[in-house]
């Protein structure tokens, strides 16, 4: 009668597993240091074939991490507190020719107001927009990081904000 390792080692052995047989674990069984050799060695194997990828490829080039900057279209959504008097900003790296999609909108506080700002990565303002919702499209973009800034003029708003970049037209 084979006992919970042998049924184990066999079914990675075989790549299949599933097992015919429903065993009980037993805190008594003894097993040889062999058996747990062979399976601590497949357990080796597996998680060595799990880390040894190198980083993915998207549209053509290798990452070391996956950061979404390759993505043909990526959508991020918050909602945050931006203190009052304070520059609220969040980064967007960007790829030459993308669309840049923004919306947001003040759910409460701050007498429902704030600026909206898009920087380029010099930091030169290229558009802005002051009220209680906004939607703004970018296009053309030279490449490189972008900040999306909020910056209230009174008491702390809660903002609804989304933002979408693109490398197709699809909003």
């Known amino acids: 009668m084979a006992n919970h390792f042998e049924i184990v080692t066999a079914n990675i052995r075989n790549f299949g597993f599933q097992s015919t047989q429903s065993r009980q674990w037993n805190r008594s069984t003894r097993t040889s240091p062999g058996q747990c050799l062979v399976v601590c060695w497949c357990w080796a194997v597996l998680l060595a ?8 490829i998207v549209l053509g080039e290798e990452n070391e991490d996956f950061d979404f900057d390759g993505l043909p279209g990526v959508q991020h959504d918050f909602k945050v507190f931006v203190h009052a008097g304070m520059e609220e900003c969040f980064f967007q790296r960007l790829v030459q020719g993308a669309q840049l999609h923004t919306r947001f909108e003040v759910l409460k506080g701050g007498n429902k107001q704030v600026d909206f700002y898009i920087r380029d ?12 919702e906004g939607f703004l499209t970018y296009e053309n973009v030279t490449g490189g990081e972008h900040s999306l800034s ?3 003029a009174n008491p702390s708003p809660l903002v609804h904000f989304l933002d979408t970049t693109s490398t197709t037209n699809f909003i």
Do not use: D, I, K, R
């Open 49 to 56: 074939l799990t880390t040894s990828v190198a980083g993915e």
């Open 150 to 152: 909020f910056l209230p």
């Open 121 to 132: 990565g010099s930091g030169e303002v290229v558009q802005q927009v002051t009220g209680s």
